[in-house]
């Protein structure tokens, strides 16, 4: 695992340099958190760099390498909207995440083509790198045991689109552990075992330390459990605890 990550962060230095030597956009493929972590554990690259995911919020995530202010111009992220919906509706299975990724990594897909799956009742809209889009949409006709339409979508629907609902709740500190057990409605020890397994990550990076103090307008990405915002807290109550607001993505 160790090899593993040295070799991925060898390529992401090599991407840097060639972008930075050839004056030119470069892009990954679709990175999970942790390889985000790893990119931006690597600092700001002399010629600039942005992730996007296809829409804002998106847990995987394309890294460019270069910026319109060092290369005097424009290019968009090489990524498609894939709309996968049943060919007769009311015949179609319950199809999940899983059903959808399976199906398109069964056409020799890697995985790092593909980002992230919204499902809306029994359609997927997939993100995915747009040079391989065309093929997907001409072979992909069956998911699970579900006759499929595969086609290109304009953008997603607004329904899908994460939103923010604000939240207040009480905590002792403002203690990433804290915090994270009052949100998600978990014990201080879970939240600490979610903490030391490697399944948080603020602003990007991973992290590990329990008593990390989340500061105003940290984003907290926590894996099977969702997003949120650190707003700050709101006020003292009586007893001392701290009454903070957050912003969850729904």
Known sequence: MENEQKQFQKRILELEEISWQESRYLFTGFLNEAEYADVLSLGTPACGMQAYGGFEGASRVMVRFGDPQSLGYEESFPITILRISPLMEKFADALTHRDFLGAILNLGIE???????????????????????????????????????????????????????ALEVQVSSNRIDSVIAQVYRLSRSAAQELLHTGQVFINGRLVENTSRDLREGDEISVRHHGKFRYLGPVRETRKGKLCIRVERYV
């Open 111 to 165: 995985r790092r083509v593909i980002g992230d799956i919204l499902i809306d009742g029994a359609t997927g809209y997939v993100m995915c790198d747009s040079q391989m889009a065309e093929f997907i949409a001409r072979n992909l006709t069956r998911v699970k045991h579900t006759s499929v339409r595969t086609e290109e979508a304009v953008s997603l629907p607004e329904q899908l689109m994460p939103r923010l609902s």
